[in-house]
């Protein structure tokens, strides 16, 4: 991947993303058999439609190809020659608003009440006063409403048998991970490189179940995969 790219986008990370500081990742990835040592591929995305060439396309499957090439795989532009085929899509979810209710604290009663006693003497005469007082404790005394609105950012990734579909043109899945995310942000740009990263650990392997992987916003970790300075 261009490092100027990268550049570039780690610094619109670090001025637009806001809120929570960590980035929690849901992870799915399942395997079918052993990929070929050469692991050259030819990357398409999976709607017909969004050829190799698209603008967006292109930003979005040069993370594709750098978590890739850390596991080996090489990108060839030719179809012919390419052992793999890799299919990629992505999306965002129309906006999912709810309310979130914060309990507000104050004082409130407690049906107990104290009594102090008070003795007062003038001369000969002696005054005694009492006053009951309820005692108070804190608590809710309402409540706050606020709207959120969150959206679901969602990666999905195939491995194909490009040999194998050229032979006999039968289908032969070698992995796949489906991954995804949810948080304010309504552009998916910023979430994306999170949740290839995410889907990275996976790469080949079975995840069994679904995991949720946490992801430090802008932390050393994914700052070193990307090499982000």
């Known amino acids: 991947m261009k490092k100027i790219i990268l550049i570039a986008f780690s610094c619109l990370i670090l ?3 806001t809120s929570c500081s960590n980035y929690y990742v849901l992870t799915k990835v399942s395997s079918f058999g052993d990929v070929p040592p050469q692991k050259t591929y030819y990357i398409l995305h999976s709607n017909n439609e969004i050829q190799a060439d698209d603008i967006e396309f292109k930003w979005y499957s040069e993370y594709v ?20 085929l ?3 899509d992505y999306a965002i979810s129309e906006p999912i608003n709810y309310t979130v209710s914060t309990p507000v604290l ?9 009594t102090k006693k ?6 000969d005469e002696t005054t005694i006063t009492k006053e009951s007082k309820e005692k108070k404790i804190i608590g809710v005394t309402g409540y706050k409403l606020e709207n959120k609105t969150e959206y679901v950012k969602s990666f999905n990734i195939y ?10 043109k039968k289908e032969k899945l070698y992995w796949k991970a ?5 948080n304010s942000s309504d552009d ?27 992801i430090r916003k802008n932390g050393s970790a994914i700052k070193k995969f990307y090499d982000w300075d």
């Open 15 to 17: 001025i637009s993303l």
């Open 65 to 84: 190809d750098y978590a890739l090439a850390k596991q080996g795989y090489k990108k060839l532009n030719d179809y012919d020659s390419a052992a793999l």
């Open 86 to 88: 890799i299919l990629i």
């Open 106 to 114: 104050g004082e409130i009663d407690t049906g107990v009440f104290e």
């Open 118 to 123: 008070t003795i007062k003497k003038d001369g």
């Open 159 to 168: 491995c194909y048998d490009l040999i194998e579909w050229r032979i006999s």
């Open 178 to 182: 489906n991954v995804k995310t949810t």
């Open 188 to 214: 998916l740009r910023y979430s994306f490189p999170y949740l290839v990263y995410s889907a990275s650990f996976y790469f080949e392997k079975n995840s069994v179940n679904q995991r949720e992987i946490e």
